[in-house]
């Protein structure tokens, strides 16, 4: 009997290396296949966050030249300020939804100060008197798109493992 024993593990250990292989190949390939998958992700998320940055960068700057411009020559940047500023609400909107972690109350808090510093006070209004390039306003401005720069990047960090 020990020669049956003999010829029956000598056929399981070639099929056990054949499906542990198998198993190997199949397990190596779905965690290759997750790790560029997030690789991808992260990529994709650092470009859409670059240019929501830009676009912040320039929305800042159109309102700092829109509020040292005089009253009668700023009507059309009030409404390319506008438009930008929609833009840019709606591209976080679509980020947050795409990437449900992206939510953030510090982002909505910090989106709604940049909102008041653009367009509160006299924004549209014929009592706007022109700003010079060291009024505080300018400063507020720039300070509230510096934090809605650093709650993306805060955001991009904890979304990104």
Same mark, same amino acid.
């Given at each position: 009997?020990? *020669?049956? !024993?003999?010829? @029956?593990? !000598?056929?399981? #250990?070639? &099929? ?5 292989? #198998? ?5 190596? #390939? ?7 998958? *997030?690789?991808?992700?992260? +990529?994709? %998320?650092?470009?859409? /966050? ?7 960068? @320039? /929305?800042?700057? /159109? ?15 009030e &409404? ?7 833009r ?7 980020l947050?939804?795409?990437? $449900?972690?992206?939510? !953030?109350?510090? $982002?909505?808090?910090?989106? +709604? ?12 209004? &014929?009592?706007?008197?022109? @700003? ?9 401005? &720039?300070? @509230?798109? $510096?934090?809605?720069?650093?709650? %993306?990047?805060? $955001?991009?960090?904890?979304?990104? +493992?």
């Amino acid at each position: 009997m020990p *020669a049956a !024993s003999t010829e @029956a593990a !000598s056929g399981f #250990w070639p &099929a056990a290396a054949q499906v542990l292989t #198998w198993v190997l190949v199949i397990g190596g #390939w779905i965690y290759t296949n997750n790790t560029h998958n *997030a690789r991808e992700s992260r +990529k994709e %998320l650092r470009s859409l /966050l670059d240019k929501l940055q830009r676009d912040l960068d @320039a /929305l800042v700057d /159109l309102a700092q030249a829109y509020y040292q411009m005089d009253v009668d020559a700023g009507r059309k940047k009030e &409404a390319e300020m506008l438009v930008r500023l929609n833009r840019l609400l709606n591209a976080l909107d679509h980020l947050s939804f795409r990437y $449900l972690a992206m939510k !953030s109350d510090n $982002l909505d808090r910090t989106l +709604k100060g940049l909102m008041d510093q653009l367009t509160g006070g006299t924004f549209q209004t &014929a009592d706007r008197i022109k @700003a010079e390039a060291n009024d505080p306003r300018m400063l507020s401005i &720039a300070h @509230a798109g $510096l934090e809605v720069h650093g709650e %993306l990047e805060s $955001l991009f960090t904890r979304f990104v +493992k």
